[in-house]
């Protein structure tokens, strides 16, 4: 069976492009993927997947622990090479560094190996200003010049999200953004995300954050996409009841903005 291998960021996938199928492109902002299977060697994760993202949609995409939500969100980030920022699920941070330093790195592809070494040593007030009014969208202006390895969880996972909305690029993947954060962060935190980027997929665990900033939701079961709906015709129990979900709204809070 032929193959194409690709290299998303961080594992070797592989789609199956059997029958002139495969990973198609993208109009404008648009996403679409058409794949048969896609997984890792020796490993089929999604199966028959059939996804076209328009711009503007923000996306959650929900399921349990293994239904393949990071392996979707490396695929839709990989198509979208160039349009998008990532909010990845582990922060990704250079413990080391400052904060604005972790935040400015969104930008080096647009600046010259010299502008960078030299803001690496000494940052331009015009950089520290723009970091700065990003770090204050997330509540971390203070922290700005502290090393990121001394944050705590949540803290370094808003450091990741300002790190996207400096990016700024039309398209925000994020696998689970705001999962170290409180509801009330958390929906803060995605207000910000819409607000800055055109189009969001998000993967999301909390059903009622998904639905207060999802305009559809996708829920994956096995590989499978098994709900496919305008957040608008969903309650938090038909989300839950989708991929068996103990407690429906697991927060208990209502976190529209
Ligand atoms: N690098 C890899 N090599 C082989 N299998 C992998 C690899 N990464 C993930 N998998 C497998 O792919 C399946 C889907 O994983 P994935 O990370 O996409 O799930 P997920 O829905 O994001 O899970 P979680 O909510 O726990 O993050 C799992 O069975 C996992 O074991």
Redesign the pocket.
């Known amino acids: 069976m032929p193959r194409s291998r690709w290299s998303p960021r961080r594992?070797?996938?592989w789609i199956d492009t059997a029958s002139g199928r495969g990973l198609r492109s993208v109009t404008g902002t648009a996403i679409r993927i058409d794949a048969a299977e896609i997984?890792?060697?020796?490993?089929t994760?999604l199966r028959d997947l059939a996804l076209t993202i328009a711009p503007g949609e923000r996306v959650a995409v929900m399921?349990?622990?293994?239904?393949?939500?990071?392996?979707?969100?490396?695929l839709v980030y990989a198509r979208a090479a160039g349009r998008a920022a990532l909010v990845p699920?582990q922060a990704a941070l250079v413990r080391r560094l400052s904060v604005f330093h972790n935040v400015h790195m969104a930008r080096l592809d647009r600046h010259s190996t010299l502008f960078n070494l030299k803001t690496l040593v000494r940052p331009g007030r015009r950089e520290v200003a723009a970091v700065r009014a990003v770090l204050d969208e997330v509540g971390l202006a203070p922290e700005i010049f502290r090393p990121a390895g001394d944050l705590s969880g949540g803290q370094q996972q808003r450091v990741s999200v300002a790190r996207a909305l400096h990016d700024g690029r039309p398209i925000l993947v994020g696998?689970?953004p705001v999962s170290a954060l409180d509801p009330v962060q958390g929906s803060a935190v995605l207000a910000r995300l819409a607000a800055r980027h055109e189009t969001l997929v998000l993967?999301l665990?909390d059903p009622a954050l998904a639905l207060a900033h999802a305009t559809r939701v996708l829920v994956?079961d096995r590989?499978r996409i098994v709900l496919d709906a305008p957040a608008r015709s969903l309650a938090p129990a038909d989300v839950a009841a989708a991929y068996g979900a103990a407690e429906p709204g697991a927060s208990g809070h209502d976190p529209r903005p």
């Open positions: 594992r070797a996938c997984g890792y060697p020796g490993r994760v399921g349990r622990s293994g239904s393949g939500k990071t392996t979707l969100l490396d699920q696998d689970e993967a665990h994956l590989g």
